[in-house]
């Protein structure tokens, strides 16, 4: 049986001819910095990005961590918004590796304002407190449907952090689905953050590998840290070929992505078991609940024996996400068995 696969889009497989392109990468020793295909990509990437040097790194979980480890002191508060990837997500790693206290804001729709960090940030003038050393903002926002932060709160955001001597980073792990969903281009976000990580590896298709970018001593330090880690790799290139692959192949098609998860979300939102707010589609993201007393869960699991992959989570919500592996054709099947499977469910 042919599979959908919808449940995340870190569930792409290299194709044949970025196969070819790592076969065929030239590598070197990257921790003496002599891979020519991961500094391609590092270049290449910092250049799309605007800034002034990037790091291959193995995750967008290690992009995150280094960016919090090169911009914080053991003591500092970090500044993040309540279901961010970062602080949920990524095994205590703020805490455990940086020595931070995350100071959570409830954003909407992940955004928030600088009212709400002017509540929180500490100045370092009064020995009860820590001080606010870095605010981090996730864009597209994941929890949020792939919500795009508007530039306009994220410059907003940006100018309340620096004029308090906040270093800012951005989980752009889909960062250029943010892009393909309101045409912006990458550095149009980029110009408001210090730092920013995005991922190869989701809706780009690379196997692994995400970049940190932003300027050169704050990358200087990532990389000494990422050793400190075990994040140093050697003939690393063999991935890199793959990232290069998908920066050129894979992020001018992610608004077929799009496409897609708008096409899906309109026709669960005419069925009747389906509550799904299609004003929350963002980018390649669906959240949807059933009603009628429908057990998430279960109905995942009669999706998926009939071929159709889905997640279902916490509370009660399902997550579709579509990416490079679902084509046109895949989306027609996911309706279909969503037809039939999520009336019948019980
Ligand atoms: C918004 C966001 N940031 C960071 C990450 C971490 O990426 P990785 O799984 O490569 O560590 C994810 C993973 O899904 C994510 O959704």
Redesign the pocket.
Known sequence: MEIVELR?D?MTRPTPAMRRAMANAEVGDDCFGEDPTVNRLEEAMAALLGKEAALFVT????G?QLAVRSQTHHGNDVIAERY???FN??AGAAGALSGVQVRLLTGERGVFTPAQMEEVIQRGDNVHYGRTALVAV?NTH?KSGGYPWPVEALSRVSECGRSNNLRVHM?G??LFNACASTGLNAQTYTQYVDTV?V?L??GLGAPVG?VLAGDQATIDAARYYRKMLGGGMRQAGVLAAAGLYAMEHNISRLREDHDHATRLGKALADLENVEIDLDEIHSNMIFFSLRNGLDPFEAVDRLSEEGVRMLAMKPGVIRAVTHLDVSGDQIDRAIEVCREVLTRVS
């Open positions: 995340s870190t995750s967008g979980t290690q995150n961010c990837h970062l997500a990524e996730e994941n989980d792990a889909r990580s991922c590896s989701k995400s």
